[in-house]
């Protein structure tokens, strides 16, 4: 047994909780049981505590000049995402290359600071197979949260998108989340209304009966899992939370009761404030003019909607719906989308809430990661700044940790180098490795 002791570190716990000034996180390493160490203590800076560290033991003083938080989630990502979308289904890269693609990308996200990825459907289960890697410590990456192929309508949003499955009725509906609650996804994925993507449909109205998702949404429950539904439209989002849906996605058009009904069942908002944000880079990405001027369109009403989520105390989490790590605005997608849902009102301490504590509420996993306290698997990032207070100081990131081993770490006194399945001259550095 071996302990980590970071000593005089600012400490943001991820529950809302104000900022420790002087504080130290101590982690306990198990050494034959990779996947056992933990949270020793989390707190106040405790001398008696530091006193029984040992000649093996590895301490580093933070100095109060980094700031300790959980690791971020991301809870809406697509690690297969190809843009431009191919059209009607072509598969460029097959089931193979996919799992090293998004493989790849979840190395990435890790080097981020994203500890977990919920990853909102995809093709060949790549998700599924990657979480199982991952869970056996075959390889280094973020916890996987699978959902496993996306269900929608018969030309449907995403219809046209590798490993979406096309359903009408409630009989098929119900039959394909059985086939996905077989395979063992966390979570089912459904896309319930018009999206950017499509060149035809409209955000606008939807595409799914009632009956339908209250079929799914059945189906999922009754198994214990959660269902989360992409949604554009004001009267849709109504219509799925009022019957027991679980996560909305998006919410570009939202009016103020909708945010207040959503309050009150308790539904998770994943605003993805990135997609309608992000112009200039998918303009970048030479993506189709339509999806340019559907975002620009969606951009009017999607800040609002959030603003009006956040004013009545909607859960909301931190998902992007782009790469974890695309660069955008001079940092990655996530720490921009954190960033963006204090322009919707969030308090900073709020934000980092969202991608922490809510967004593993929202996962089921707040027992086990998502907070910083003695127990918990040890899933942290180290900031310099203070990014309670100054929100971009999230940025900074000068450390990441998962399951309480060191990443990468820029902090004097303990240094580790980036981890290596990115070919060297490749990492991501403000530049993302586009030739997939
Ligand atoms: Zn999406």
């Known amino acids: 047994m071996k302990r980590t002791y ?10 809302g909780s104000p900022a420790i000034e002087d504080g130290m996180l101590v982690l306990e390493h198990i050494e034959e049981g990779y996947d056992k160490d933990f949270i020793y203590y989390c707190g106040t800076m405790d001398e008696e505590l530091l006193k029984e560290a040992g000649e093996n033991d590895n301490i580093l003083d933070l100095k109060k000049e980094y700031t300790l938080l959980p690791g971020l989630f991301n809870v809406h990502s697509h690690l297969d995402l190809e843009l431009p979308y191919p059209p009607l289904k072509i598969d460029f890269w097959g089931p193979a290359y996919r799992s090293l693609v998004a493989y790849r990308r979840a190395a990435e996200a890790l080097n981020c600071g994203v500890t977990t990825i919920r990853n909102v459907g995809g093709a060949d289960d790549f998700d599924l197979a990657l979480k199982k890697a991952v869970s056996k410590n075959l390889l280094c990456a ?55 993507a499509g060149a035809v449909e409209s955000l606008e109205g939807k595409q799914i009966t009632n009956e339908e998702l209250a079929a799914v949404i059945e189906t999922a429950h009754a198994a214990g ?51 309608s944000n992000g112009v200039d880079y998918l303009q970048s990405l030479n993506c189709p003019i339509h999806q340019i001027e559907k975002s620009k369109e969606a951009g009017k009403t999607h800040m609002q909607s959030i603003q009006y989520a956040v004013q009545n105390n909607v859960k909301i989490c931190c998902g992007t719906d782009l790469l974890p790590s695309d660069p955008i605005d001079g940092t990655n997608a996530t720490v921009h989308e954190v960033e963006l ?9 709020q934000a980092i809430k969202a991608a922490t504590f809510n967004s593993a509420e929202l996962c089921g996993i707040s027992h086990i990661t998502g907070s910083l306290k003695k ?4 899933d942290f990032i180290a900031v310099e700044g203070r990014p309670d207070e100054n929100i971009a100081d999230l940025r900074n990131l000068k450390m ?14 303990q ?22």
């Open 142 to 196: 973020p916890n996987i949260i699978a959902c496993g192929s996306i269900l929608t309508a018969h030309g449907g949003h995403g219809y046209d998108t590798v490993g979406s499955i096309e359903c009408t009725g409630k009989d098929e509906f119900m039959k394909e989340t059985r086939k996905q609650l077989a395979k063992g996804v966390d979570m089912i994925k459904l896309c319930y209304t018009g999206g950017l």
């Open 415 to 436: 240094k580790v180098r980036r981890f290596s399945v990115l070919q060297p001259g490749y990492e991501m550095e403000g530049g993302v490795f586009k030739k997939w």
């Open 341 to 349: 849902l204090t322009k919707a009102g969030l308090s900073p301490l």
């Open 6 to 15: 970071l000593i005089h570190g600012r400490i943001v716990d991820g529950t």
């Open 375 to 378: 127990g918990l698997m040890g």
């Open 225 to 275: 899992k959660k269902v989360a539904a992409h949604l554009s439209s004001d009267q849709a989002i109504r219509e799925s939370v009022e019957l027991g849906l679980d996560s909305v996605e998006h919410a570009y058009h939202m009016t103020e009761s909708t945010a207040k009904l959503m309050a009150e069942k308790g539904t998770y908002l994943i605003a993805t404030l990135c997609v």
């Open 400 to 413: 990441v940790a998962k399951n309480c081993r060191l990443i990468w770490s820029d902090v004097p006194g």
